[in-house]
């Protein structure tokens, strides 16, 4: 089982960043996904949510209206177009795979935001 983040780097603020979520090993289609993050000496937030069968979303309130969580269940992957962004969206954004009995987490990707 494997999730691999990619998409994260420097921007400034009020750009864009696009992260993707890369699964393999399980039924992706299945699961409900999930991205978090984690700014330094805080604790791991929920940023967004995307289910599995109907594909509904659900966001942070710091994130709505900036934010939006994708799935393609062709490709296995999930991805946050993320806009607008600012300085404490600092973090690092995992993954997060959750099934009826089990949950999958991948290693980060580094988001910062600063000019």
């Known amino acids: 089982v494997q999730l691999v983040e990619s998409g994260g780097g420097l921007v400034q603020p009020g750009g864009s960043l696009r992260l993707s979520c890369a699964a393999s090993?399980?039924?992706?289609?299945?699961?409900?996904m999930r991205w978090y993050r984690q700014a330094p000496e805080k604790e791991r937030e929920l940023v967004a949510g995307?289910?599995?069968?109907?594909?509904?979303?659900f966001y942070a309130d710091s994130v709505k209206g900036r934010f939006t969580i994708s799935r393609d269940n062709t490709k296995n992957t999930v991805y946050l177009q993320m806009n607008s962004l600012k300085p404490e969206d600092t973090a690092v954004y995992y993954c997060?795979?959750?099934?009826?009995?089990?949950?999958?987490w991948g290693q980060g990707t580094q988001v910062t935001v600063s000019s």
């Open positions: 995307i289910g599995s069968a109907l594909g509904r979303t």
């Open positions: 997060r795979a959750i099934g009826s009995s089990t949950n999958y």
């Open positions: 090993g399980f039924t992706f289609s299945s699961y409900t």
